[in-house]
């Protein structure tokens, strides 16, 4: 009895692997075909293109840059790997495409951030009394040359800005000159560490789904195969 129970249990182990293994590596697949089929003609579906400061609906934020969302919240890349944040991609060349704050907050740019900015919010606008930090990042050249506003040097501590305020240009900074990752802004809603420091972005168990700050279906559970757009 035993033995014939268990070519069905190994079958059933299998089929589930290879549905998890589906599920991880191929979500997502149907919308990067949309998004590398417009990087190679951004001017091919302009109906696939956000604009800088638009606000969908009622959401706290506004968009932070043009372009096409190419990559969302739990998307998967590479085994073991789940995106933090969502990917914006310009269709341009680096250092040309403004990236802006998407919503207040007091600014800080470490001192070896080549690329990358964080803004602190005291008050989530989704939860009240909870902190949450806006990470912006890439915004620099493959070699690390920086795109970041003049205004926020290395360094830079706690700066108050308001939504709308110029923060650079999108880039394809990577940390390897010979890697570049494309044009585009990366950004991710962090969690605090309950200390008043912000959390690992590298795991998405720090960040949050950004779907309810930018009124987008911006979950790549929920949204599987569609490239996110509002006007």
Not at 93 to 109: E, Q
Not at 127 to 153: C, K, L
Not at 190 to 208: A, H, Q, R, S
Request: aromatic share 12%; glycine share 10%; net charge negative.
């Amino acid at each position: 009895m035993l033995k014939r129970l268990i070519i069905p249990m190994i079958l059933v182990a299998l089929a589930t692997g290879a549905y998890y293994l589906y599920r991880i590596y191929h979500a997502g697949g149907a919308r990067a075909e949309q998004v590398f089929a417009w990087i190679k003609d951004p001017a091919s579906r302009p109906d696939l293109v956000m604009d800088v400061n638009t606000r969908c609906g009622t959401a706290p934020f506004i968009f932070p840059t043009d372009g096409v969302i190419g990559f969302i919240w739990d998307d998967s890349f590479r085994p073991g790997h789940r995106h933090q944040g969502i990917d914006i991609f310009a269709g341009t060349d680096i250092g040309i495409t403004p990236v802006i704050a998407a919503y207040p907050g007091y600014l800080t740019r470490e001192a070896d951030w080549k690329s990358t900015l964080i803004i602190r919010v005291p008050d989530d606008p989704l939860q009240a009394g909870r902190q949450i930090w806006v990470y912006y990042t890439h915004m620099a050249d493959p070699q690390g040359n920086s795109f970041i506003s003049p205004e926020f040097p290395t360094g830079t501590s706690e700066v108050y800005v308001e939504a709308g305020i110029f923060l650079g240009y999108q880039g394809d900074y990577s940390g390897d000159p010979n890697n570049p990752v494309g044009v585009h802004l990366h950004i991710s809603i962090v969690k605090d560490d309950g200390f008043g420091k912000f959390t690992n972005e590298l795991e998405i168990d720090n960040t949050y789904d950004p779907s309810p700050y930018f009124g987008l279906p911006l979950n790549a559970h929920e949204n599987t195969d569609t490239i996110p757009v509002c006007k």
